[in-house]
């Protein structure tokens, strides 16, 4: 099935393009930008948000190991989440050293927010649950050979 969409190059001439003779390298492309955009200037926010709401809590230790970051620049994104009241850090309680991150109710918010349209649909709501698992699936094996 041939999707349809504006021009994107922003020149008003309604032509409609198609994604079916767009590449996949194209079309990733395009998807990244749509949710980076989506993200915001806060792209790291953005990505530790999604990762709280999928995990509830972890340690900075984990978080900084997921995103692949140096841990002053964990510490830097988290206190300015901390500062707009998306997460809270506590003391671990069996080791006392680490900080475990978890989401407040205004972060909780703001991640599921992130995760829908602007017409508030999910944003792949066009996928079926099946189909987003294999798409995960898909993307993982892709990261995982770039490495």
Same mark, same amino acid.
């Given at each position: 099935m041939e999707q349809k969409r504006e021009c994107h190059r922003g020149c008003g001439c309604g032509r409609k393009l198609s994604y079916e003779h767009d590449s996949l390298y194209s079309m990733m492309r395009a998807c990244g930008y749509h949710l980076y955009v989506r993200s915001g200037r806060e792209a790291g926010q953005g990505r530790i948000l999604a990762i709280l709401l999928d995990r509830k809590s972890m340690t900075q230790k984990a978080l900084q190991d997921i995103l692949r970051i140096q841990p002053g620049s964990v510490s830097?994104?988290? !206190?300015?989440?901390?500062?707009? *009241?998306?997460?809270?850090?506590q003391k671990d309680e069996e080791d006392r050293r680490r900080s475990v991150i978890e989401l407040t109710e205004t972060g909780h918010e703001a991640a599921v927010r992130q995760e829908q349209q602007e017409d *508030? !649909?999910? !944003?792949? /709501? /066009?996928?079926?649950?099946?189909?987003?698992?294999?798409?995960?699936?898909?993307? /993982?094996?892709?990261l995982e050979s770039w490495k």
């Open positions: 830097e994104i988290l !206190t300015k989440m901390e500062e707009k *009241g998306l997460i809270r850090r *508030g !649909t999910p !944003t792949f /709501a /066009a996928l079926s649950e099946q189909e987003q698992e294999e798409m995960k699936k898909m993307l /993982a094996k892709l």
